[in-house]
């Protein structure tokens, strides 16, 4: 009886798949994403934006965003009276190029107006003003290591929670490690254990509200460095919901 309470309580973490809203619908098939819908069968952006609740109006942080590939979907997501708010930290942008060169001109883009970039140390996280979500997709194991600085992840976890706003989401999307191995892959296999992140994140103050599963293959070998040819661009990624109460 004990064991079927606890597996039913694991299980309402869980997130079930919420019904995409229409603004996210259109946000995917803006025609600036030409490029982009390709790749969207493999990395579900409709699945994931309708599990981070993002909305229009809202003001997001696109942390380490990579080739821009979910900043233009915020972008059209939180429309005009929204924000996006791309982070660069500088340890990153400098092994990233043309990365961040890109994020500035999409920002100068017609139609992208609501993009601001910004560059900082990856110590000092920090936004202009309260935002409602930050957005991490294959970087928080990226922190810890040496050519970033080594920074403590609970600092960080602990910068991005004065970040938000009261009931603002923190959430992160990275490449499953081994169970128990906590960071010790990050630096090599470029994967942590989820569970080290949830106990991490929630010990500053968050709450843990879930996962989607998306992006999840138990197919994926874990002790697989994910620039491996035999699982890139498919590896077993967990996606975390937390939020500031």
């Known amino acids: 009886m004990i064991k079927a309470l606890v597996l039913a309580a694991s299980l ?73 708010i791309v982070i660069w930290a500088k340890e990153y942008a400098a092994e990233a190029h043309p990365d961040p060169e890109n994020s500035r001109k999409l920002a100068a883009s017609p139609g992208f107006g609501n993009i601001t970039v910004l560059d900082e140390p990856a110590a000092a996280f920090s936004t202009p003003e309260p935002v409602d979500m930050v957005f991490t997709s294959q970087n928080y194991h990226d922190y810890p290591d040496k050519f970033m600085g080594k920074v403590d992840p609970v600092a960080f976890d602990r910068q991005v929670f004065k970040a938000l706003k009261p009931g603002g989401t923190f959430l992160v999307i990275d490449h499953v490690a081994e169970a128990g191995s906590a960071m010790r892959d990050t630096d090599t296999l470029h994967r942590i254990d989820p569970a080290i992140v949830k106990r991490q994140v929630t010990s500053v103050g968050f709450v843990f509200q879930g996962e989607s599963r998306a992006l999840r293959n138990p197919a994926d070998d874990h002790r697989k460095a994910v620039f491996d040819k035999a699982i890139r661009g498919h590896t077993d990624q967990f996606i975390y919901k937390f939020r500031k109460p």
Request: a positive charge; zero cysteines; glycine letters at 10%.
């Open 12 to 84: 309402s973490l869980v997130a079930a798949a919420p019904a995409v809203k229409p603004y996210v619908a259109a946000a995917l098939s803006d025609p600036a994403r030409s490029a982009d819908i390709g790749v969207d069968a493999r990395r579900k952006p409709a699945e994931i934006l309708a599990f981070a609740g993002l909305k229009p109006g809202d003001t997001v942080v696109d942390l380490l965003p990579g080739g821009g590939y979910f900043t233009r979907i915020f972008s059209k997501v939180v429309g005009p009276k929204g924000r996006v």
